[in-house]
């Protein structure tokens, strides 16, 4: 009961065609198919699949401020860190939700990826995951020069690799910004988002389920709270550590700054994920379920003229899936990580297509 929503094009037909192959959209039924709640709570109480767990390597890039962000190298029985597949293997770019917390999806998003010959990596932002905070700010919503640095290390790190980057839930909006700022700079051969966050402002002055909400706050205090010391004299962390929503942690953390004050209009104006998106020049496929109770209604949570009218973003919409979940009974639990793995597979093919239909020479 997939729908795909895009402008046509070839590469939107070669997308049709290969998803329309794909025996992982014909899955099993999930128990409780109307309840996304309920698919959250299961989520989050859900044992660690029976297989080992990921041997991380752990990476710190300085960057040009001198902060920090901390690369994951996930590790498995097909080689060492950062080689999971061999010279030209895929780079996959992880990228989790914007409190920085890697959920039990990811990590085994990350295994089936290294199963497949993919060489998976986790970006960890400024402070988050147990990265060092070493300046005292930390990333904005929608702002990605700290990942756009990254996306340089990694290209000079595998030069020869092609790199594709998903993001889950709100770290799309990262992800989102990065390619609309970055146009055909990006680096990247494609991208994917798992229940993406399009309008991060809405979606902050929102309501939010506080299933999810209580969580991810407790989380990101329990993180910043590290920092008191190094914070003080950027923000108020009173106030910070006092926040009740994820809004007022927001606009504690890069409204009400001490140095440099700003309104929380001005702030979306620069952190919007959509603000530039007319300028991406890089296939993204977002996956997206009507049923997500922590976007909102599809309504006005989806940008649906963006699918229209852009060649390069393409919506995979499923009446049900919850947010981040969708569900089976299969190993693996989540068809929608199979569905990634199978776009990027389908976009290689087609730019492998491309390049000998138009004789083009393989980038060194």
């Given at each position: ?272 994920p959509l603000r530039d998106a007319d300028e991406a020049a890089v296939p993204v496929l977002c996956l997206c379920s009507a049923d997500d109770p922590v976007r909102g209604p599809p309504a006005r949570s989806l ?62």
């Amino acid at each position: 009961h997939c729908r795909l929503l895009c402008k046509p094009s070839a590469l939107a037909q070669h997308l049709v065609r290969s998803l329309g192959r794909s025996a992982v959209l014909w899955g099993g039924r999930w128990p409780w198919p109307r309840w996304p709640q309920l698919q959250m709570l299961q989520q989050l109480l859900q044992p660690p699949e029976p297989e080992p767990e990921p041997v991380v390597a752990r990476e710190l890039l300085q960057l040009s401020d001198a902060g920090l962000v901390a690369l994951d190298w996930l590790v498995g029985p097909w080689g060492a860190a950062g080689g999971g597949g061999g010279v030209s293997s895929p780079v996959l770019l992880l990228i989790p939700n914007a409190a920085g917390k890697v959920t039990e999806g990811l990590l085994q998003l990350g295994l089936r990826a290294l199963e497949r010959g993919f060489i998976p990596v986790i970006f960890n932002r400024r402070g988050h995951n147990g990265c060092p905070l070493t300046t005292p700010r930390l990333q904005p919503f929608g702002d990605p020069r700290d990942l756009r640095e990254a996306v340089t290390y990694l290209r000079c790190r595998h030069p020869t690799a092609s790199l594709v980057a998903v993001s889950e839930g709100s770290g799309s909006g990262l992800l989102l910004a990065y390619l609309g700022e970055s146009g055909s700079s990006s680096r990247l051969a494609a991208a994917a988002c798992l229940s993406p966050i399009f309008r991060g402002r809405d979606w902050f002055e929102a309501a939010m389920p506080w299933l999810y909400e209580w969580p991810l706050l407790l989380h990101l205090k329990q993180g910043l709270s590290r920092y008191a010391g190094s914070l003080a004299e950027a923000v108020d962390m009173d106030k910070l550590l006092g926040s009740r929503s994820l809004r007022e942690l927001e606009e504690s953390l890069f409204c009400r700054t001490r140095s440099r004050p700003t309104s929380w209009e001005v702030y979306w104006e620069r952190n919007e994920p959509l603000r530039d998106a007319d300028e991406a020049a890089v296939p993204v496929l977002c996956l997206c379920s009507a049923d997500d109770p922590v976007r909102g209604p599809p309504a006005r949570s989806l940008p649906l003229e963006l699918f229209r009218s852009s060649p390069y973003f393409f919506l995979l919409l499923t009446p049900r899936g919850g947010h981040c979940g969708f569900p089976r009974r299969a190993p693996g639990r989540c068809w929608g990580h199979e569905a990634v793995l199978e776009y990027f597979g389908a976009m290689a093919e087609f730019l492998r297509t491309e390049e000998r239909r138009k004789g083009l020479p393989r980038p060194r």
